[in-house]
């Protein structure tokens, strides 16, 4: 019987012909942890007396969630994670080096591998053909440790999708339209699987934003097939070796197909406190915004700063609307310089925060005030995600933020393209 | 494994960032005092009510969100038994098992806040001792049972020396 990638994937890393529904222990190519979730980690493997990695060049800590640290208890955090990367040689991803996501698909992971994190949106890989999923400290904590990790191979929903994009309308909308349809707990447990002639014809920056976005319908993976993109990508950062063509037989067995045509999206926003709270942009027009906020590992890219600047070239942010620009990563932070970007941005109004996370998680650089709203190209809306129970938090594409920042209220990026 | 405690009842889609926010981020290593502010945000008097044994009933998509296992770590520090929803977030169920917080997946809208239960967990059996009626849990996975009953998965790899999930 045909089988769909994940079932491909975790065959070859257990070494058992492995479908949906199968409990396997698979070996896995890499692990991260972050400064949340790593500390604990490290505690536990070191009430277990396994103070090791099993593959320290691919086992990545990451000092991205409070980087550099706001206060004394997250330094303290961090050199938890600091003495055990001294001490094992895994490897210590700085306050520099940006969100853990957008750099281990730079830095790290190649098509058909496997990788554990214990942050939720490690799905974000699956775009490179990755079964890469999100777990706990205790489960990450084992990977590390010993090289593997159980799971059950996940039934797959296939999402294929046709049409084009209209002016204005990004691979975000789409995610965030699907979402709105099928629930925030629509995949739960499931793998999605992104195919048809819109996602072939789709860039890298635009299937991370896809994958990375795969947990809040539930998911426990989003996957790609590694083709020509897959390859430039890779081409690119020196990893050409490293590609190999991945994709689901014809005849692999689906749980569900969801089809999709695009060509009559409109520019979508997901409304507090779920992101499965979907609306097209006329519904929520004029909304005031105190705060704009664009960057993360969803829309922290280059390509994601390139349409805020296409859109706010010349203008100015409203001055009742703050606005922060975040890149995800320091490779996305010195091509925006390179490229001028963060000129026009700071000429715009913008302040320019350094790669990392504080601003999405509520950590610091951004907090919101009571009854404040923000408009975020993140990935979570959550009652207090951005520091403030008693704040509001809509989720857009960057264009939608950019067009927002200009007005100070919620505007359509389509007059500014 | 039976857990006899007061019901505490929450609506659907209670987040991690429910149970344990963000802008506590500088606790995470001070896990005792995490679990003083436990779903703080979506019940502030929780934390401070609840008992050993008492019950987190919930209504769909419990636990969604972030990979944090201080989520469920700090619902069992706080003396919470078990959580009961009609359905969780996959990262969420899976890091509760693996830190011995018993979860099960039953029909919650026959519970009310303050309703009296007793669970019986290898069965799989809700008595709502107030409503006098039982609730059938849906089962859990083999594989979540023995990692449960080893007490959590740190044990389960202490004591076989690795994974031993099979039958
Ligand atoms: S940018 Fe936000 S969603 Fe992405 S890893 Fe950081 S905190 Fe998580």
Redesign the interface.
């Known amino acids: 019987m045909g089988k769909t990638i994940v079932e491909k994937v975790l065959s070859e890393h257990s070494g058992v012909d492995a479908y949906a529904g199968d ?1 396997v ?1 698979a070996e896995i190519d890499a692990a991260l942890v972050q400064d ?2 790593g ?2 980690a490290v505690q ?1 493997l070191q ?2 007396g396994m103070e090791k990695a099993a593959k320290p060049e691919r086992t990545v800590l990451f000092i991205d ?2 980087a550099p640290s706001p ?1 004394k ?2 330094s ?2 961090h050199k ?1 994670l600091r003495n055990f990367a001294a001490k094992t040689g895994a490897i210590l991803s700085e306050v520099d080096e940006g969100v853990c996501h957008q750099r281990m698909v730079e830095d790290f992971m190649n098509p058909g591998e496997v990788l554990i ?4 949106h ?1 799905c974000t890989a699956g775009a490179l053909a990755v079964f890469a999923t ?6 990450v ?2 990977g590390i440790a ?1 090289g ?1 990790t ?1 799971l ?1 191979v996940p039934e797959t929903f296939k999402i294929y999708v046709t049409g084009e994009f209209k002016k204005g309308v990004y691979p975000k909308d789409l995610m965030l339209h699907f979402i709105g349809m099928i629930g ?2 629509g995949a ?2 499931k793998a999605l699987e992104f195919c048809g002639p819109t996602i072939n014809a789709m860039d890298m920056s635009g299937r991370f934003t896809l994958a990375n976005m795969a ?1 809040e319908a ?3 993976a989003g996957l790609f097939n590694s083709d020509e993109t897959t390859k430039g990508y890779l081409e690119e950062r020196g990893r050409s070796d490293k590609w190999r063509p991945v994709s689901a037989d014809e005849d692999a067995l689906y749980e569900r197909v969801y089809e999709i045509d695009v060509s009559d999206l409109e520019p979508t926003i997901s409304c507090p406190h ?1 992101v499965d709270n979907t609306k097209t942009i006329k519904e929520v027009e004029g909304t005031k915004a105190d705060q704009v906020f664009i960057g993360t590992c969803t829309n922290g890219r280059i390509e994601d700063l390139r349409v805020v600047v296409q859109i706010m070239a010349g203008k100015s942010r409203n001055p009742d609307t703050r606005l922060l620009i975040c890149p995800a990563s320091k490779q996305v932070y010195l091509q925006a310089i390179e490229e001028g970007l963060l000129a026009k941005l700071i000429t715009a109004g913008a302040a320019i925060i350094n790669p990392g996370c504080g601003a999405c ?3 610091h650089a951004g ?1 919101l005030g009571d009854d404040e709203v923000c408009i975020a190209t993140q990935n ?1 809306n ?8 008693e704040a509001f938090i809509y989720l857009s594409s960057p264009a939608v933020a950019a067009a927002t920042a200009i007005e100070g209220a919620i505007a359509d990026p389509r007059k500014y393209l | 494994m039976q857990i006899k405690g007061k019901a505490f009842k929450f609506g659907d ?1 209670i ?1 991690t ?2 149970i344990a ?3 506590l ?6 896990l005792p005092e995490l679990a003083k502010h436990v779903l703080e ?1 979506a019940d502030p008097e929780f934390a401070k009510k609840v008992q050993p044994g008492d019950l987190v009933v919930a209504g ?2 419990f636990g ?7 989520a ?1 770590t700090i619902i069992k520090l706080a003396g919470v038994g078990v959580v009961l929803a009609r ?1 969780f ?3 969420f169920y ?2 509760a098992i ?2 011995g917080l018993p979860v099960l997946i039953c029909d919650t809208t026959q519970v009310d806040q303050d309703d009296e239960l007793e669970v019986d967990i290898g069965k799989g059996e809700v008595r709502n001792i107030t409503k006098g009626i039982t609730i059938q849990a849906k089962p859990l ?1 083999d ?1 979540m049972v023995k990692i449960l009953n080893d007490g ?3 044990e389960h ?2 004591k076989h020396g ?2 031993a ?1 099979d039958a």
Do not use: C
């Open positions: 409990i222990v949340g979730t500390p604990l536990h009430k277990l969630h409070a206060r208890e997250l303290n955090a938890i994190g214990a942050d939720s490690t999100g777990m706990g400290s205790t489960d904590a084992i010993s593997k159980w059950r925030a707990d739960t447990y947990v539930g998911a426990k779920v998680v509520g950590v907090i979570r959550f009652q207090g995600r951005m520091g403030n129970p | 889609s987040s960032d429910h926010p963000g802008r981020f500088h606790l995470r290593t001070n945000d769909k998509n969604l969100g972030s990979s944090r296992e201080h469920p359905s977030a996959r990262i899976r890091n693996n830190v996975p594989v959590g998965l740190l790899f202490r690795g994974f999930l």
